[in-house]
Nanobody, 124 residues
């Protein structure tokens, strides 16, 4: 059974940091590109960041550049999103996703497997 389990969400003040983790099982993790996608209340899903199979290529939405860092540990079937200088507009449910197709890393169509999400709330 394929599973993607996010953790690390929580409530933080503006300017604070969080590190999200996603633990993968049930598929060959090292063969999949991985991504973080978020969805704020009342809004559609928004792609945040992606990383290729080997971890050598990373991609960021403009809203994440300079503040977020994506990484992966293939040995442990886990990948991460370090989020610094968080803003209230970063408040959302954050999902991790895995995909192998040739769609752009920023396209949600690329991803076959999805987690259940972890809530991030940025508020003073």
């Amino acid at each position: 059974e394929v599973q993607l389990v996010e953790s690390g969400g929580g409530m933080v003040q503006p300017g604070g940091s969080l590190r999200l983790s996603c633990a993968a099982s049930g598929f060959t993790f090292s063969m999949y590109d991985m991504s973080w996608v978020r969805q704020a209340p009342g809004k559609g899903p928004e792609w945040v960041s992606a990383i290729n199979t080997g971890g050598g290529r990373t991609y960021y939405a403009d809203t994440a550049k300079g503040r977020f860092t994506i990484s992966r540990g293939n040995a442990g079937n886990t990948f991460y999103l370090q989020m610094n200088n968080l803003k209230p507009e970063d408040t959302a449910l954050y999902y991790c996703a895995a995909g192998r197709s040739s769609w752009s890393p920023a396209s949600l169509r690329k991803y076959d497997y999805w987690g259940q999400g972890t809530q991030v709330t940025v508020s003073s």
